[in-house]
């Protein structure tokens, strides 16, 4: 089994900055990427920023220069630091992961259990 968790999500004033963080865990063999979505109120699940096993990224527009997301390989852990917080940035926040457990299969999509970020005053 495989488990993705995550960490970090809270209430925070418009300004204020929070650091989520997403640990897997379980039978695994190698992480492909890994990435953060978030999913606000009425909205669809976006895409937020992934990075891959080298450490290249990408963002959605709406995040750049304020998110910065980063990886710890030996920990299997994936982070993503937000700065510049504003209130259409509150959302629950789902850590997901492409991972492959055991050499010769195909990577299969992981996905945490979802931190609530709000950002208010």
């Known amino acids: 089994q495989v488990q993705l968790v995550e960490s970090g999500g809270g209430l925070v004033q418009p300004g204020g900055s929070l650091r989520l963080s997403c640990a897997a865990s379980?039978?695994?063999?190698?992480?492909?990427?890994m990435g953060w979505y978030r999913q606000g109120p009425g909205k669809k699940r976006e895409l937020v920023a992934a990075i891959t096993s080298g450490g290249s990224t990408n963002y959605v527009d709406s995040v750049k220069g304020r998110f910065t997301i980063s990886r710890d390989n030996a920990k299997n852990t994936v982070y993503l630091q937000m700065n510049s917080l504003k209130p259409e940035d509150t959302a629950v926040y789902y850590c997901?992961?492409?991972?492959?457990?055991?050499?010769?299969?195909?990577?299969?999509?992981?996905w945490g259990q979802g931190t609530q970020v709000t950002v208010a005053s």
């Open positions: 379980g039978s695994i063999f190698s992480i492909n990427a």
């Open positions: 997901n992961a492409d991972i492959r457990r055991i050499w010769y299969t195909s990577t299969e999509a992981y």
